[in-house]
């Protein structure tokens, strides 16, 4: 069991390799400071991203799930995030009536050149989950 | 049992179109072999159309044989079984042109332990069950009972939409008026629970999960060639019916049937556990209803929900 006195809340993002991680890199070579609370998978497109990521990133533990990718309009194959963005909202709706805290799975548009906006998010999302506490959705004994 | 009008239509249609050679199969029911029950008759000779029957207990969705079937195939479909068929066509996996759908409106389907419950008999001391109109009037030798036809239908069926079939070659009956979208029972009391403790209602029902795959397999929808619960490279869930694990499979299929999910209740009555797997299908249909305004199945020539968008699509909840 996790120690409650020096938990941090761990977090993990899918990041488009076209936008969010480039993003996340300009934020990095721009000496931003952000929480280093996020683990980064690099993913091709926002669409990438399957639901079941997001259920077994949880079910590991993980405290909250980020899924990030470009500005609508912006997708470089074109339409890949507006397909991603309707999955989102449904699952979003759905992980909530499950009783999964909003919270948890987020999702935001960075583009390549908001490095600072990638740090915003990061930070925002890091409190939110520090509030809410350890995701022990999952776990036998909660 | 006195076989009704719409009965010895059906019989009559289905003969034909196998006489004729106009399908190469018939998908229907026939009686099952125990009380009150029927079972999915999959036939190529004619002579079998007698063996086919219409009554309130014609539970199983039909659609789930299709994707199974080569050639022209003949289909009893009730209104929920059209619209799967619909979302089967919208999804490309099968032709339209290759169906003759025999359209039977349908006055719901009787769930038979709500009917023990309530007159206090088993099945087996149960001699007859009739519907006029409104009524069912159950015989258990000697003792009458007339109940409303509502307290004893499976929650799917009152809660329909659509009873008359939306697609169909040819109508058996007259059309029903189905029941308008509403704020229902189970869904409203589980939203009225906090998070913490829904959480820990669905991990309650979950334990109790053997993984048959009934839900599955009963399923028109889910057609995927090859589930991810059997994928092993990754394997997403563990063979062990741990909760957790059953939890992540059934979410992961609800979110696979948006806009396929027709709310037949197939997966709940297949469900040997009792688990209320309408309770998870059902908001996803609502969900998809509330965000884009798609009714699954009601619509052969829109694209499937997931593989379309629009610009306008909400999108307040991305940062």
């Known amino acids: 069991m996790r120690g409650e006195s020096n938990w941090e809340p761990k977090l993990i993002g899918f990041l488009c390799r076209w936008c969010s991680y480039a993003g996340a890199d300009l934020a990095g070579t721009s000496r931003m400071k952000y929480p280093p609370n996020l683990k980064i998978v690099r993913v091709p497109c926002s669409s990438r991203v399957d639901v079941l990521f997001i259920l077994k990133a949880l079910q590991m533990g993980f405290d909250g799930v980020l899924v990030s990718g470009c500005h609508p309009g912006e997708c470089h194959y074109q339409t890949g995030n507006y397909y991603a963005r309707r999955r989102l909202a449904i699952i979003k709706k759905f992980l909530e009536y499950l009783g999964i805290a909003p919270e948890r799975v987020q999702a935001s548009w960075v583009s390549a050149s908001e490095g600072g906006k990638f740090a915003e998010v990061v930070a925002k999302m890091t409190e939110e989950i520090r509030e809410l506490g350890p995701n022990r959705l999952f776990a036998d004994e909660k | ?319």
């Not at chain 2, 079984?81 to 066509?89: E, K, Y």
């Not at chain 2, 088993?122 to 159950?138: H, M, P, W, Y």
């Not at chain 2, 209602?201 to 060639?225: D, G, L, M, Q, V």
Request: glycine fraction near 6%; charge should be negative.
């Open chain 2, 1 to 319: 049992m006195k076989s009704s009008s719409v009965e010895q239509k059906l019989r009559q249609e289905a003969g034909e179109l196998l006489s004729s050679g106009k399908v190469e199969y018939i998908i229907g029911f026939e009686r099952g072999s125990s009380k009150f029950t029927t079972t999915p008759l999959i036939t190529r000779d004619k002579g079998d159309a007698s063996r086919l029957v219409i009554d309130p207990f014609i539970s199983v969705n039909l659609a789930r044989f299709l994707t199974e079937l080569k050639g022209r195939v003949g289909i009893v479909a009730k209104g929920c079984d059209s619209r799967s068929i619909v979302a089967l066509i919208q999804d490309k996996k099968v032709i339209r042109e290759n169906l003759v759908i025999l359209g039977v409106p349908c006055s719901g389907i009787i769930d038979l332990s709500k009917l023990e419950r309530l007159t206090e008999r088993d099945r087996e001391e149960i001699q007859s069950i009739t519907c006029n109109g409104e009524k069912a009037s159950v015989d258990s030798g000697g003792r009458k009972v007339e109940l409303p036809l509502n307290d004893v239908l499976s929650d799917s069926c009152l809660e329909c939409e659509f009873p008359t079939p939306q697609e169909y070659d040819i109508l058996l009956g007259e059309p029903r008026a189905g029941t308008p979208r509403a704020a229902r029972g189970k869904i409203e009391e589980l939203e009225a629970l906090s998070p913490e403790e829904r959480w820990h209602f669905w991990e309650k029902e979950f334990s109790r999960c053997i993984r048959c795959y009934a839900c599955r397999n009963s399923c028109p929808a889910c057609f995927c060639p090859r589930c991810f619960v059997e994928e092993s490279e990754p394997q997403w869930i563990a063979a062990l019916p741990r909760w957790q694990e059953n939890l992540i499979f059934q979410v992961i299929r609800s979110i696979h049937l948006a806009g396929r999910c027709v709310d037949c209740g197939a997966c709940e009555r297949a469900c040997p556990a009792n688990i209320p797997l309408r309770s998870l299908v059902r908001k996803i249909y609502d969900v998809v209803d509330d965000l884009y305004h798609f009714k699954a199945g009601t619509d052969k020539g829109s694209t499937p929900l997931l593989a379309h968008y629009e610009s306008t699509d909400p999108g307040d909840f991305i940062r």
